[in-house]
């Protein structure tokens, strides 16, 4: 299994930069892909940014240009890199690990962390 820790959040103003990271511990970290989400008071749990186990990354629309997530698999470390905050950034981010195989009847596996708050504001 994987136990993953996510830290780096805080209080920043509107246009301030911050970054997340996610510490994996338990198992293969590079074999995971891995995914931020984040979750605003009263919204649904949001995608935000995904990168594979190759590298190859995807961001929703409304951070795209702004943020930009990235793995150290010698590290065992996922990251997020948020630049150009605004207040609707506001939201706990949690990583997330998912392993699957890609097929049709096989157990796929997924661990979530607890959670890093993020709030900008002035």
């Known amino acids: 299994q994987v136990q993953l820790v996510e830290s780096g959040g805080g209080l920043v103003q509107p246009g301030g930069s911050l970054r997340l990271s996610c510490a994996a511990s338990?198992?293969?970290?590079?074999?995971?892909?891995m995914h931020w989400y984040r979750q605003a008071p009263g919204k649904q749990r949001e995608l935000v940014a995904t990168?594979?186990?190759?590298?190859?990354?995807n961001y929703t629309d409304s951070v795209k240009g702004r943020f930009t997530i990235s793995r150290d698999n010698a590290k065992n470390t996922l990251y997020l890199q948020m630049n150009s905050l605004k207040p609707e950034d506001t939201a706990v981010y949690y990583c997330?690990?998912?392993?699957?195989?890609?097929?049709?009847?096989?157990?796929?596996?997924?661990?979530w962390g607890q959670g890093t708050p993020v709030t900008v504001s002035s």
């Open positions: 990168i594979t186990t190759g590298g190859s990354t």
């Open positions: 997330n690990a998912h392993f699957t195989l890609g097929m049709i009847g096989v157990p796929e596996y997924d661990y």
């Open positions: 338990g198992s293969i970290f590079r074999v995971y892909n």
